[in-house]
Each structure stands twice: as structure tokens, then as C-alpha cells.
């Protein structure tokens, strides 16, 4: 157990948007930490006790493998999936020896390739819903309207409550935030 320690303090990311705890908690390089699934358990349950609640993840991170690592610690302890958020993100597809038919690492914003990663996640996570889904890298062939229309979906089938985008310019962002109904800030909180 930790003491004598200041948790650490939400913040309201965006109008009727989620609140994430201050510092988020990354999850890129799990595979490699060489830990048990208890220790991952253990290791989730520290940082919740410091008030780092936001977890972020990636479909691809630890070639696909980390967000199943992750579900296995929150499968020891079902109350933790209450008190964190999860973040993941899509849209790389890299070369891997889980996917030997791809021959070139590109990006994919698909509303079929959207579908797909947010089902992965989920089954890999061991979750009902994600908190946030994000598009990982912009997609220079991305049709704005088709992501919107997956974002829309995901929402209305329950799959993920909030959406937004990572290491987009302003100008992508725009792009994206044009097209969809309720502006990012305002996307609904899924209750």
C-alpha cells in the first residue's frame, strides 16, 4: 500500500466529455515488463490507489498483444474495470506475424477496419465498452464521413461512449469534427 501520497486530480476533458485522472497510465510497452497476470493486477490497483485511473492503450501496441495482457489482470478483479477509463486506438495496421497476409505497414480508417479493432479490443480487454476510442495517426485517405458514421454507431450500439483523434493537426481535426453530429466536446457521455 502506498501512503502519504497526494492522489492525483481529475480533469473534464471536454464539455459533457469524460473526466480522466490528471496523469494517464500507458500500456505501449506491457508485453515487455515480464510481469504475471497478478503483478498487472497489482500493478493496476497501485496507480488507481495514487488516483491514475485513465489507461491508455493501442490496438497494436506489443504487436497486438498488450491489450490481452491487460484483460487478463482485469479478469482477476472485476470491481477495477469500475474505477478506470480505458482509451484505446486504432487504425495502424503493422506487419506481424498475427496478420502475415499484410506486406506493408500503412493506416486504415475504415468504418470496416473500425468495427473490427473496436470488437478486438474488446475481446482482448475482457470489456463491454470502451471509454474513449481514438484514431491513432491521420489517415491521408481518410473519408471523414465514413469515420463518422462508425463513430456514430459505436456509440448507439453501446461499444464506446466518447471518440477523438491522436496526433491530428488542427486542420485534421477540423476536417473530422465537421462531419460528425455532435461536436467532439460535445459527444454524449454513453450512460
Not at 19 to 26: A, I, K, N
Request: aromatic share 8%.
Amino acid at each position: 500500500m502506498v501512503s502519504n501520497v497526494t492522489a492525483v486530480s481529475k480533469v473534464t476533458m471536454a464539455p459533457n466529455g469524460p473526466e480522466f485522472s490528471e496523469l494517464v497510465q500507458g500500456y505501449w510497452r506491457l508485453a515487455d515488463w515480464g510481469m504475471t497476470p497478478q503483478q498487472r493486477l497489482t500493478f493496476l490497483k497501485q496507480h488507481i490507489e495514487l488516483g491514475v485511473t485513465t489507461v491508455d492503450h493501442a490496438d497494436i501496441y506489443g504487436n497486438y498483444e498488450c491489450e490481452r495482457l491487460f484483460g487478463e489482470a482485469l479478469a482477476l478483479d472485476s470491481s477495477v474495470r469500475e474505477q478506470i477509463q480505458i482509451v484505446s486506438k486504432c487504425d495502424i495496421k503493422l506487419c506481424s506475424d498475427k496478420h502475415p497476409d499484410r506486406k506493408i505497414n500503412h493506416y486504415d480508417t475504415s468504418a470496416k477496419h473500425i468495427y473490427e479493432s473496436v470488437d478486438n479490443s474488446l475481446q482482448r480487454l475482457g470489456v463491454n465498452e470502451l471509454d474513449v476510442l481514438l484514431i491513432h495517426r491521420p489517415d491521408v485517405l481518410m473519408d471523414a464521413d465514413e469515420v463518422a458514421d462508425a463513430f456514430n454507431e459505436l456509440y448507439k450500439i453501446g461499444k464506446v461512449k466518447h471518440f477523438g483523434v491522436s496526433n491530428f493537426s488542427p486542420r485534421q481535426f477540423e476536417l473530422l469534427q465537421s462531419r460528425l453530429s455532435k461536436p467532439f466536446s460535445d459527444q454524449p457521455s454513453g450512460n
